[in-house]
T-cell receptor, first 110, second 111 residues
Framework: KAGVTQTPRYLIKTRGQQVTLSCSPI?????VSWYQQTPGQGLQFLFE???????NKGNFPGRFSGRQFSNSRSEMNVSTLELGDSALYLC?????????FGPGTRLTVL | DAKTTQPNSMESNEEEPVHLPCNHS???????IHWYRQLPSQGPEYVIH???SNVNNRMASLAIAEDRKSSTLILHRATLRDAAVYYC????????????FGQGTTLQVKP
């Protein structure tokens, strides 16, 4: 089975712009979770989608949003980018007990 | 969300066993104990999980204290490829898609 894929792998944006990141889960997995990883804050949970519905949400401002499509693929969007949004964004899909992580999208905000 | 406490870093020699401790004194009766690790430049990967009993798989063993307030991940023979950040996570079965990561333990393996 193919693993979790994320596109793009690298992205450079400027402050004020918006960005959309994509995640394709492992076939058959209906849950997709998103995480932000920074050197200062570590790995932080953003949100989880299951069957096209947001099932859990972390403590991030409303500029961070996401959605899931009927084929379980998920996107996350960050609007009005700030310098502090520079991070590695990881998505993970899961079936039961374990989450399978993708390689991440490295976002740099200038 | 219940918290875990791990040492910031540990060192091991190659081919020796490694015991990575984790304290979780506020664990609830239904929380599962999960371990993930993150190798350099990769996303985290699942290692093992358990509820009350000790668990073994091809990667590691998990020893859970009788009162469940602490656990230990055991790598039986460390290799250089085991150098990673190891995260101990309490997973609420009602929120299976949400993992709360702490700072983890950075394991250095010396040849």
């Amino acid at each position: 089975k193919a693993g979790v894929t994320q596109t793009p792998r690298y992205l450079i944006k400027t402050r004020g712009q918006q960005v959309t990141l994509s995640c394709s889960p492992i076939s058959g997995h209906r849950s997709v979770s998103w995480y932000q990883q920074t050197p200062g804050q570590g790995l932080q949970f953003l949100f989880e989608y299951f069957s096209e519905t947001q099932r859990n949400k972390g403590n991030f401002p409303g500029r961070f949003s996401g959605r899931q499509f009927s084929n379980s693929r998920s996107e996350m969007n960050v609007s009005t980018l700030e310098l502090g949004d520079s991070a590695l964004y990881l998505c993970a899909s899961s079936l039961e007990n374990e989450q399978f992580f993708g390689p991440g999208t490295r976002l740099t905000v200038l | 969300d219940a918290k875990t406490t791990q040492p910031n870093s540990m060192e091991s020699n190659e081919e020796e066993p490694v015991h990575l401790p984790c304290n979780h004194s506020t664990i609830s009766g239904t929380d599962y104990i999960h371990w993930y690790r993150q190798l350099p430049s990769q996303g985290p990967e699942y290692v093992i999980h358990g509820l009350t009993s000790n668990v073994n798989n091809r990667m590691a063993s998990l020893a859970i204290a009788e009162d469940r307030k602490s656990s230990t991940l055991i790598l039986h023979r460390a290799t250089l490829r085991d150098a990673a950040v190891y995260y101990c996570i309490l997973r609420d079965p009602r929120n299976t898609g949400k993992l709360i990561f702490g700072q983890g333990t950075t394991l250095q393996v010396k040849p």
